[in-house]
């Protein structure tokens, strides 16, 4: 076989190796990737775990008194938190659709319960929505949830922390 017969040969072996590689690398790529440019739209997608709790007074609060979990999924947030105060059981159950821009974040409520003032277990399956303000700033995505008088929310790459003026400060671990 002549050289260059070979060289032909082997190209064409080769070439449909080449793109079906560089196809899953474009695939898996991000935006970001792909044009070059940065991709700057915020993420607080994962699973986050409540490690502790601190009061207006500086008293650390941790476990069993304190327990959260949080999964956000890329349209989906679904929050559970658990505490006593002065012996008082309370609970807070979240099921919300939401969207997040470098400007806003909006949601849509699906399911709330709560269990912490003297009516008992409330629910609420009837939709609502609200928008908050999105504040990028330092590597922190932060803005207010917008919705049953929840506190605003710092997020990073390692986890959040929740905040409501006067009442405490939560310290969640992205676990994923």
Same mark, same amino acid.
């Given at each position: 076989?002549?050289?260059?017969?070979?060289?032909?040969?082997?190209?064409?072996?080769?070439?449909?190796?080449?793109?079906?590689?560089?196809?899953?690398?474009?695939?898996?790529?991000?935006?970001?990737?792909?044009?070059?440019v940065p991709?700057?739209?915020?993420?607080?997608?994962?699973?986050?775990?409540?490690?502790?709790?601190?009061?207006?007074?500086?008293?650390?609060?941790?476990?069993?008194?304190?327990?959260?979990?949080?999964?956000?999924?890329?349209?989906?947030?679904?929050?559970?938190?658990?505490?006593?105060?002065?012996?008082?059981?309370?609970?807070? !159950?979240?099921?919300?659709?939401?969207?997040?821009?470098?400007?806003?974040?909006?949601?849509?409520?699906?399911?709330?319960?709560?269990?912490?003032?003297?009516?008992?277990?409330?629910?609420?399956?009837?939709? !609502?929505?609200?928008?908050?303000?999105?504040?990028?700033?330092?590597?922190?995505?932060?803005?207010?949830?917008?919705?049953?008088?929840?506190p605003a929310?710092?997020?990073?790459?390692?986890?959040?922390?929740?905040?409501?003026?006067?009442?405490?400060?939560?310290?969640?671990?992205?676990?994923?």
């Amino acid at each position: 076989m002549k050289p260059t017969t070979l060289i032909v040969w082997a190209l064409a072996c080769a070439l449909p190796v080449i793109i079906i590689a560089g196809g899953m690398f474009a695939a898996n790529s991000n935006d970001a990737t792909r044009s070059g440019v940065p991709n700057n739209k915020p993420s607080i997608e994962g699973t986050y775990m409540l490690e502790y709790r601190i009061l207006p007074d500086g008293k650390k609060v941790v476990a069993p008194d304190v327990i959260g979990m949080m999964t956000v999924t890329k349209e989906y947030r679904n929050f559970n938190v658990y505490w006593t105060a002065g012996g008082k059981i309370s609970s807070i !159950s979240i099921i919300s659709k939401y969207t997040l821009t470098e400007k806003a974040y909006t949601e849509e409520s699906i399911y709330y319960a709560s269990d912490f003032d003297s009516k008992g277990i409330t629910y609420e399956t009837t939709a !609502s929505h609200g928008t908050s303000a999105v504040t990028i700033k330092d590597g922190k995505t932060q803005f207010p949830f917008p919705l049953h008088g929840e506190p605003a929310g710092s997020f990073d790459k390692h986890g959040f922390i929740a905040t409501m003026d006067g009442v405490f400060t939560d310290h969640w671990k992205k676990i994923d």
